[in-house]
Structures are given as C-alpha cells and as structure tokens.
T-cell receptor
Framework: RKEVEQDPGPFNVPEGATVAFNCTYS??????FFWYRQDCRKEPKLLMS???SGNEDGRFTAQLNRASQYISLLIRDSKLSDSATYLC?????????FGAGTTVTVRA | DAGVIQSPRHEVTEMGQEVTLRCKPI?????LFWYRQTMMRGLELLIY????????DSGMPEDRFSAKMPNASFSTLKIQPSEPRDSAVYFC????????????FGQGTRLTVV
C-alpha cells in the first residue's frame, strides 16, 4: 500500500463551483500535513499546512481526520487560476511523502 | 533569497553515460530532499539529508544512484550508468525543520536518457 494516496481526478468544474477531494495516508504516526499546488511543468509550491483543528485560507479549507487517516481540501468559488494539480504531503520526523496529485480544471 | 537552485534545468544524455545533478539549498535550511517525478509513479522521495548527513536513502532505486552533500550549501545526485527508465524530473527541496515545516522546491532538472 502506498504511504499517501489521492484520487487523481481530473475534476472538471465550472467557474464559481465548489470542489473537494481527499488524500489518505497509511502511517498513523504521521505528524505533519500539507497541501501543495503544482502547475504544469513547474515545481510544487506550498498551498497550505493542515492543522488538527482544520484551517481556512481565503477560498481554501483544509481538514484533517486522524481517526480515518485522511486530509481534505475544499475550494470554494473556484477560479480559472485554480486549475492545477494539488499534491498532499504527509510528514513523519524527516520523511515527507507526497501523493501523486489530484488534477483540477476550472472551465469558464 | 534566490530559493533552491538546481542545475542543469534540462539534460539529455545517452544511455550508459554518467549524469550529475546539482542543488544549492536555501541558506540556513538544514534539511535537503531529492525527489523524482514521473507520470507513472508521481513524486518519489529518493534521499534525505539532515545537517549534511544522509539519514534515509531507502528511496534510491538502485546502486547506480548516489547522492552527496559535502557542505551545507551544495548537494549532488549522480546516476552512473544512466538508463532510459531514469528519464524523469528530479527535484531538490530544502526545509528548515525536516518534514514538519514547508519544503521549498527547486525548479527541477528534466532528464532524458536516450
């Protein structure tokens, strides 16, 4: 079983829609959780960290469910510029493992 | 700060040749990661350094791959001999606190082995 798994999508949504997707992790001792964004042929960049209590950054909301070992990302009022691949990352001490990414395409 | 700097940005080489990828982490960061990204396997962690010491190289695919970090400002990933299946984008990333803080990625090296 992979350490971090994501639904690859693609999620194809109209502008203004809400889109949400999850990421599951296998190591219950994982300590840190992140969402990264990767644009085509570019490097991943941090979108937001995920805290136990959940957190929000503008139109983006991240949640952590330790009992079921998954994190989620919700994008409200999606914009064309939100089109990208979203990678979840799970950290345990020194090891930062990434999922394969969920592709989101926002159409006009 | 210039961020994580990788070179070369693109590399095309023939099978059997030696390839060396270079990385300069962000100054002050004590953790450095090498990743490989392909469509099939996603972003795979190859090796992790903490304070210039290799902590975990279990992700290195085979003996053809080696990595060094002779000082805090420089790391290399070497493939010898290279094979077509090594074709991928190789990313270097650094952080100030291991896996518990944001990792900053370089722009990557796109390697093609023909």
């Amino acid at each position: 079983r992979k350490e971090v798994e994501q639904d690859p999508g693609p999620f194809n949504v109209p502008e203004g829609a809400t889109v949400a997707f999850n990421c599951t992790y296998s190591n219950s001792a994982s300590q840190s959780f992140f969402w990264y964004r990767q644009d085509c042929r570019k490097e991943p960049k941090l979108l937001m960290s995920v805290y136990s209590s959940g957190n929000e950054d503008g139109r983006f909301t991240a949640q952590l469910n330790r009992a079921s070992q998954y994190i989620s990302l919700l994008i409200r009022d999606s914009k064309l510029s939100d089109s990208a691949t979203y990678l979840c990352a799970v950290g345990n001490d020194y090891k930062l493992s990434f999922g394969a990414g969920t592709t989101v395409t926002v159409r006009a | 700060d210039a961020g994580v700097i990788q070179s070369p940005r693109h590399e095309v080489t023939e099978m059997g040749q030696e390839v060396t990828l270079r990385c300069k982490p962000i100054s002050g960061h004590n953790s450095l990661f090498w990743y490989r990204q392909t469509m099939m396997r996603g972003l795979e962690l190859l090796i992790y350094f903490n304070n210039n010491v290799p902590i975990d190289d279990s992700g290195m695919p085979e003996d053809r791959f080696s990595a060094k970090m002779p000082n805090a400002s420089f790391s290399t990933l070497k493939i010898q001999p290279s094979e077509p299946r090594d074709s991928a984008v190789y990313f270097c990333a650094s952080s100030s606190g291991g896996a518990n803080t944001e990792a900053f990625f370089g722009q990557g090296t796109r390697l093609t082995v023909v």
